[in-house]
Nanobody
């Protein structure tokens, strides 16, 4: 069964850190683009950070650049999102998504991802 499972969310104070995990089963994450999206109440889902497992390139949106870092553990078939200096506006449900890489892109549009996790809640208190 192909699936992505997120974990690591929780409640943290502003300025704190969390590390989210996205574990894949049923397929290997080689040659995939993995993206972390988030959705806050009343807002659209937005892409946050992505990684190409083909070459390790990453990309983050400006609002999290310098605070969030993506990495991958091939042996565990898992991708991580390290989130530092968290802000209340980072509060959202975080989802990971995967699609086979093509065209050399690191990130893809929301509707191009083949696999999605169930989401993990991140709450940052002020």
């Amino acid at each position: 069964q192909v699936q992505l499972v997120e974990s690591g969310g929780g409640l943290v104070q502003a300025g704190g850190s969390l590390r989210l995990s996205c574990a894949a089963s049923g397929f290997t994450l080689d040659y995939y683009a993995i993206d972390w999206f988030r959705q806050a109440p009343g807002k659209e889902r937005e892409g946050v950070s992505c990684i190409s497992t083909s070459d390790g390139r990453t990309y983050s949106v400006d609002s999290v650049k310098g605070r969030f870092t993506m990495s991958r553990d091939s042996a565990k078939n898992t991708v991580y999102l390290q989130m530092n200096s968290l802000k209340p506006e980072d509060t959202a449900v975080y989802y990971c998504a995967a699609v086979p890489t093509r065209s050399g892109s690191v990130c893809y549009a929301f509707d191009e991802y083949d696999f999605w996790g169930q989401g993990t809640q991140v709450t940052v208190s002020s």
